[in-house]
């Protein structure tokens, strides 16, 4: 079992700045990648950015990427995501998630095994 706990949410004006952190505490030797995800009200659930243990590889969705930067230290099982020139369709309840499988398609809600209660980032206009 993988325990996670995000932190850092909370309401920004439009063009600031948030930094969400994620620390796995439990079977932490067994994780693969760490991602984020994210979930606007009546919308799905969508792929924000992740980072593979191997190598640490970091992967974006087309919309956060050159604005937000994932990071993580493996040491600590922590990871975290810096989301920079924040626009009001960033809001959203961000999820941390841990992939244990080798090789998984990050980008994939269905790869992940572990997931935190989430951390609400709201950016207003």
């Known amino acids: 079992q993988v325990q996670l706990v995000e932190s850092g949410g909370g309401l920004v004006q439009a063009g600031g700045s948030l930094r969400l952190s994620c620390a796995a505490s439990g079977r932490t030797f067994s994780m693969y990648a760490m991602g984020w995800f994210r979930q606007a009200p009546g919308k799905e659930r969508e792929f924000v950015a992740a980072i593979s243990w191997t190598g640490g590889r970091t992967y974006y969705a087309d919309s956060v990427k050159g604005r937000f930067t994932i990071s993580g230290v493996r040491g600590k099982s922590t990871v975290y995501v810096q989301m920079n020139s924040l626009k009001a369709e960033d809001t959203a309840v961000y999820y941390c998630?841990?992939?244990?499988?080798?090789?998984?398609?990050?980008?994939?809600?269905?790869?992940?095994?572990?997931w935190g209660q989430g951390t609400q980032v709201t950016v207003s206009s």
């Open positions: 998630a841990v992939a244990k499988t080798w090789g998984t398609v990050v980008a994939d809600d269905s790869s992940y095994d572990y």
